[in-house]
């Protein structure tokens, strides 16, 4: 988020004297979410808050992001739930923010906020503002709580140790995270080379590249992905933020040192992304996806330059289902929408296995628990299993994925964004890779559709392929089969036989607590 900040900074000045006439005040909480002002993807909303000293002047900011994709609180746009598979605008994608006082000098603007989330989305085709400013307004208010929470708990630090010692050792910290990731690239350097490079392809073929240099005297090091493929006309690209955040995770992800995460790890790094490439749009490209998904394609890359383990599943899968927006007519109705991210199977390294049915790298989220699910939403989930066997062999093995079937009990939108639906995840030192995921929609027939032929019909199953918006009628599936991780090291070269904490076919069968119980910890 430190590109956030530093995006507000740039733009509005301190104090009511700066050149913007629009400067930060005391008193004031600002909101955005563009790409372009440091954002990821427009669901992603920050909320920035100054700290002032007693001196009047900015010392500190406290920030907060938070993903606005709960039944209601999502942001607009083509799609409920704001995670449109098939924008190619990011106009459709939901209210576009570079800054906005939420709160200025005190006063909470309430009037903006309803220009911002809902009229202003609205006024582009085919697109609605949010659908229950009530519930995005409630979030907001969360964050900036939070932010005032942090500032308290500044405000108290401050006054134990003085402001002057707690910014020296918030440089320390930051120093040591420098010094921490020059060490790395430095032994790195030493025993692989100061060459690396990595390719990997999202599922359209689109490339993406890196070339690292590494200063073996130094510990500096250039990350240039050159020969990354052109921007989409879809909506998998992915803005400069974050693949800078991916690239300080995977350095925070190899550190064997215990560190907070910090701007410091960043420090020794020059990011070269080239211009309108999937990794560096321009304005108004589409880049819902980007976040979710590219951000896993160039972890991939980074963790496959380094060698440093097989690709995991390498995907959120991200799945939203829902009802209302604007009509063929343009009307506007009111209606919800359903968010989820699906685990998958992480990859194996040299000395271990990859997990099964687990969230990896971005998809730090836990999924809603199936009795709230079915409780909240006109949905039966069947199944949520291991999807046996969909790990890459090796010597270690990667972990499998999950088989998860729901189905709709009224007619809705679905909508799935995913990857690794063609290019498997790749395995390392001769394992194999893992299975490549699939999206499948179990469909009844039906006589308006104009494939029913009699009351013995049975499902249809439709690959719907990587990224498709279906509308299911009252009692169609959607079965999503999710990608496994890549193994480590040749199968012959034997291994101990991975172990697995739970069964690896765990079925759901209808009112079985017990069998749900194990369910929810398993994946």
């Known amino acids: 988020m430190s590109y956030a900040v530093k995006y507000q900074i740039d733009t509005l000045g301190i104090g009511p004297d700066a050149p913007s006439g629009n400067g930060i005040e005391k008193g004031d909480v600002i909101m955005a979410n563009s790409p372009q002002a440091g954002g990821t993807h427009l669901p992603d909303i920050t909320v920035i808050t100054p700290v002032f000293s007693d001196e009047g002047e900015v010392v500190f900011f406290t920030a907060s992001r938070g993903h606005h994709a709960g039944m209601y609180s999502h942001i607009g746009g083509i799609l409920p739930g704001s995670m449109p598979p098939v924008s190619t605008s990011i106009f459709q994608e939901g ?15 309430k009037e903006g ?21 009530r519930d995005v307004e409630s979030d907001l208010k969360a964050q900036i709580a939070a932010n005032r929470k942090g500032i308290e708990l500044l405000s108290s630090l401050i006054s ?3 402001l002057a010692t707690v910014q020296d050792y918030m440089v320390h910290i930051r120093n040591n995270a420098e010094h921490a990731v020059r060490s790395l690239l430095k032994r790195h350097a030493t025993e692989y080379g100061t060459e690396l490079h990595a390719m990997d392809y999202m599922d359209d073929g689109s490339p993406i590249e890196l070339h690292i240099t590494i200063d073996p005297a130094t510990g500096s090091a ?104 604007k009509t063929e007519t343009g009307e506007v109705e009111e209606g919800w929408g359903y968010y989820e991210t699906i685990a998958g199977g992480s ?88 299975r490549s995921g699939m999206n499948l929609w179990k469909k009844k027939t039906r006589k308006e559709d104009g494939d029913w032929k009699g009351a013995d019909d049975k499902p249809r199953l439709l690959n719907i392929g990587g990224r498709a918006t279906v509308k299911m009628g009252a009692g169609d599936h959607i079965v999503l089969h999710t990608p496994g991780g890549g193994g480590w090291g040749s199968p012959s070269e034997g291994g101990e036989a991975a172990t697995k904490l739970f069964p690896t076919n765990v079925f759901m069968p209808r009112g079985s607590l017990e069998d749900r119980s194990a369910l929810q910890l398993g994946a």
């Open 347 to 434: 990859g194996a390294g040299n000395g271990w296995h990859g997990e099964s049915g687990v969230h990896v790298h971005m998809t730090n989220t836990r999924i809603t628990d199936p009795e709230i699910l079915e409780r909240r939403y006109p949905v039966i989930l069947h199944e949520f299993s291991l999807r046996t066997n969909s790990g890459g062999a090796g010597k270690y093995k990667g972990g499998d994925g999950v088989v998860r079937d729901i189905e709709f009990l009224l007619p809705m939108q679905v909508s799935i964004l995913s990857e690794r639906r063609v290019h498997r995840p790749y395995g390392l030192e001769g394992g194999s890779p893992a």
């Open 113 to 133: 906020l309803v220009k911002h989330m809902v009229d202003i989305p609205a006024s582009y085709e085919g697109c609605s503002g949010t659908r229950c400013l």
């Open 160 to 162: 134990e140790y003085g």
């Open 95 to 109: 209210a576009h923010i570079k800054s906005f006082k939420l709160v200025h000098k005190g006063q909470y603007d």
């Open 222 to 325: 250039i990350f240039d992905f050159e020969g990354t493929g052109p921007e989409m006309r879809g909506n998998l690209n992915a803005p400069p933020s974050v693949v800078r955040s991916a690239v300080l995770y995977c350095l925070r992800a190899m550190l064997d040192e215990d560190i907070p995460l910090n701007a410091g790890c960043l420090m020794p790094i020059e990011v070269r992304l080239p211009e309108n490439s999937i990794l560096n749009p321009s304005e108004t490209c589409a880049v819902v996806g980007g976040n979710v998904v590219t951000s896993q394609r160039v972890t991939d890359v980074v963790l496959k330059a380094f060698h440093a383990v097989a690709a995991s599943q390498g995907c959120c899968n991200n799945l939203t289902f829902g009802t209302g927006g």
